[in-house]
T-cell receptor
C-alpha cells in the first residue's frame, strides 16, 4: 500500500514554530509535496522535495528522508492566516496520493 | 493571467443522473488532473491527462471518465451518480510533461451534491 499518514489536528500560538509530520510507505514514491488549503478554497502549492534534506522557502521549510518515508513541514513565526489544512502528498510516475491533511489552528 | 477555471461552481443532481464538469487550465499548461475531495479528507486522484492522452488513473469505478480537448481544456464525466459521489471536484493544471514532478495549480473546484 501507499498510505500517507499525518496528524489530524494541531494547535499553535501566533509567533511560534510548528512542525507537521508526514510518514508514508516508501514504495512507488519519488517525491513529496506539501500544499496549504484554507477552508472552502483550493489547495495551493507550498513545497516539493525530491532529494533528501531540507528545503527552505521563507517562513516555510520542508524536509524529506526517502529511506525513512518521512517528511515534515516547518512553519516559523506563525501568523493567524496560517490557520489552514496542510496536505502532504506522495508523487510517483503516474499517481499523486494525498494524506487526509492536518488542520492547524493558530491562536493569539 | 487567469488561473485554472472550473464550471459550474455548484451543482445539485439526483441519484442515477450523470454530470459533466469542465476545467480550463492555465494558459500554456498541457497537463490536467482531476481530484475528488470529500469533506475532511485530502484530494483523491481520479485522472491525469497530458496532450489529450490519459497518463494516470486512480482507483475509481468506470462510471468516471474524462477527456482532454485540443485546447487542453478537460471534462470529467460521472454516470449513474451515487450519494457517495457528493464531493468537491478539483481540477489542477501543470506544465509537466511527466505526470507529477511539477507544481500543480488547482482551480476553485465544483461542489457536487447528489440527493
Amino acid at each position: 500500500g501507499q498510505n500517507i499518514d499525518q496528524p489530524t489536528e494541531m494547535t499553535a500560538t501566533e509567533g511560534a514554530i510548528v512542525q507537521i509530520n508526514c510518514t508514508y510507505q516508501t514504495s512507488g514514491f519519488n517525491g513529496l509535496f506539501w500544499y496549504q488549503q484554507h477552508a472552502g478554497e483550493a489547495p495551493t502549492f507550498l513545497s516539493y522535495n525530491v532529494l533528501d534534506g531540507l528545503e527552505e522557502k521563507g517562513r516555510f521549510s520542508s524536509f524529506l528522508s526517502r529511506s525513512k518515508g518521512y517528511s515534515y513541514l516547518l512553519l516559523k513565526e506563525l501568523q493567524m492566516k496560517d490557520s489552514a489544512s496542510y496536505l502532504c502528498a506522495g508523487s510517483g510516475y503516474n499517481k499523486l496520493i494525498f494524506g487526509a491533511g492536518t488542520r492547524l489552528a493558530v491562536h493569539p | 493571467d487567469a488561473g485554472v477555471t472550473q464550471s459550474p461552481t455548484h451543482l445539485i443532481k439526483t441519484r442515477g443522473q450523470h454530470v459533466t464538469l469542465r476545467c480550463s487550465p492555465i494558459s500554456g499548461h498541457k497537463s490536467v488532473s482531476w481530484y475528488q475531495q470529500v469533506l475532511g479528507q485530502g484530494p483523491q486522484f481520479i485522472f491525469q491527462y497530458y496532450e489529450k492522452e490519459e497518463r494516470g488513473r486512480g482507483n475509481f469505478p468506470d462510471r468516471f471518465s474524462a477527456r482532454q480537448f485540443p485546447n487542453y481544456s478537460s471534462e470529467l464525466n460521472v454516470n449513474a451518480l451515487l450519494l457517495g459521489d457528493s464531493a468537491l471536484y478539483l481540477c489542477a493544471s501543470s506544465a509537466a510533461e511527466g505526470p507529477f514532478s511539477y507544481e500543480q495549480y488547482f482551480g476553485p473546484g465544483t461542489r457536487l451534491t447528489v440527493t
